[in-house]
Nanobody, 122 residues
Framework: VQLVESGGGSVQPGGSLQLSCAAS????????MAWFRQAPGKEREAVAH???????AYADSVKGRFTISKNNSKNTLSLQMNSLKSEDTAMYYC?????????????????WGQGTQVTVSS
């Protein structure tokens, strides 16, 4: 199983970015997939997850601004981030968990990408 993120970068407050995660070695349609982030000096936190059946959930801090989605035919996961704030600055990680049920705890995910940096600053 391999996960490779892309799409990070620097953006001004109020801007948008889209992160992508290319998965190989398994089928995204049957596993739980999630985005986590970790800022310097802070613990890794869940941003959003999507179940095998397509149910999604979000952290309160990103609700209404971020959208998680997956493309089963391309075996990819995406995170559309709008109205970005400085507090969204972090390293963002794609994660996968076998089985269709999801979890907000990073300890329950066995597969991780290398991360992509998102910096929101004026």
């Amino acid at each position: 199983v391999q996960l490779v993120e892309s799409g990070g970068g620097s953006v001004q407050p109020g801007g948008s970015l889209q992160l992508s995660c290319a998965a190989s070695g398994y089928t995204v349609s049957s596993w739980c997939m999630a985005w986590f982030r970790q800022a310097p000096g802070k613990e890794r936190e869940a941003v959003a997850h999507i179940t095998g059946s397509g149910y999604s959930a979000y952290a309160d801090s990103v609700k209404g601004r971020f959208t998680i989605s997956k493309n089963n035919s391309k075996n990819t996961l995406s995170l559309q981030m709008n109205s970005l704030k400085s507090e969204d600055t972090a390293m963002y990680y794609c994660a996968a968990r076998s089985g269709s049920l999801c979890s907000s705890s990073p300890a329950n995910y066995g597969y991780w990408g290398q991360g992509t940096q998102v910096t929101v600053s004026s």
